[in-house]
C-alpha cells in the first residue's frame, strides 16, 4: 500500500516568506507527527495530532510555526516569516494509534531558506 | 532532562560480521527505547523497541539489549550485509507521545 507522502519534496523561499508543507499519511492512521531534521542531527518532534486536533505542539519551535489537520487526514505544517534558520528537512509520521512505538515515516521536504 | 546520544559517529564493519551500536541515555523515566535506520534521502524507519521493564529484545536479525543500570542501550546486527549501510538513531519514549532522538550512528557496511 501507500506509504506516508510528503509535498513538496524540496522547497527553496527567501527570507520572510510563508511556506506550507504537506503530509498526506497512511490510510486510516490516526496519530500524525511532524518533525524536523538538521543536517547530521536526529529527527526534532515538533507537534503530534491524535485525530482533528494536536494533542502535543510543545515541540514548535516559536508561534511562527503552526500546523493544522482539519479532516484528521492530511496535515499542513505552516512556517510564517521564514529564517535561515529554519532550513532544515521536515519529516512526518503517521502511526495506527498513538499506543504504538512504530512511526511510518515520510520522504520529508527539505526546505531551505535563503 | 530528556536527551539520548550515542558513543560513537561511525561504525565500520565487514559483511558478515556482526555489528554493535550503541547508545546512551539520560531519563529513567522513559517507557521504551527505540531504534531507527535512516537511509540516504529517506525517511527514518522503525527497526525495534523494548520496553523499559524488559533487558532483550530479539528480532529478525536484530537485537535490543537496555541495561537501566549505566543507562546504556545497544541494537547488534547479525551478519550485517550491504543493505544495512544507513544511520541508525536510538529514541525514546517517556510515555507521552513526544518521541526524543539521539544524534545518529553511521554504519558502514565494506563488502
Known amino acids: 500500500g501507500a506509504g506516508v507522502s510528503q509535498t513538496p519534496s524540496n522547497k527553496v523561499t527567501e527570507k520572510g516568506k510563508y511556506v506550507e508543507l504537506r503530509c498526506d499519511p497512511i490510510?486510516?492512521?490516526?496519530?500524525l507527527y511532524w518533525y524536523r531534521q538538521s543536517l547530521g542531527q536526529g529527527p526534532e518532534f515538533l507537534i503530534y495530532?491524535?485525530?482533528?486536533?494536536?494533542?502535543?505542539d510543545s515541540g514548535l519551535p516559536n508561534d511562527r510555526f503552526f500546523a493544522v489537520r482539519p479532516e484528521g487526514s492530511v496535515s499542513t505544517l505552516k512556517i510564517q516569516r521564514t529564517e535561515r534558520g529554519d532550513s532544515a528537512v521536515y519529516l512526518c509520521a503517521s502511526s495506527p494509534d498513538p499506543g504504538r512505538n512504530e512511526q511510518y515515516f515520510g520522504p520529508g521536504t527539505r526546505l531551505t531558506v535563503t | 532532562g530528556e536527551s539520548v546520544g550515542l558513543h560513537l559517529p561511525t561504525l565500520s564493519v565487514q559483511e558478515g560480521d556482526n555489528s554493535i551500536i550503541n547508545c546512551a541515555y539520560s531519563n529513567s523515566a522513559s517507557d521504551y527505547f527505540i531504534w531507527y535506520k535512516q537511509e540516504s534521502g529517506k525517511g527514518p524507519q522503525f527497526i525495534i523497541d523494548i520496553r523499559s521493564n524488559m533487558d532483550k529484545r530479539q528480532g529478525q536479525r536484530v537485537t535490543v539489549l537496555l541495561n537501566k543500570t549505566v543507562k546504556h542501550l545497544s541494537l547488534q546486527i547479525a551478519a550485517t550485509q550491504p543493505g544495512d549501510s544507513a544511520v541508525y538513531f536510538c529514541a525514546e519514549n517517556t510515555g507521552g507521545f513526544k518521541t526524543i532522538f539521539g544524534a545518529g550512528t553511521r554504519l558502514f557496511v565494506k563488502a
Open positions: 495530532f491524535q485525530g482533528t486536533g494536536a494533542a502535543d
Open positions: 490510510s486510516g492512521h490516526t496519530a
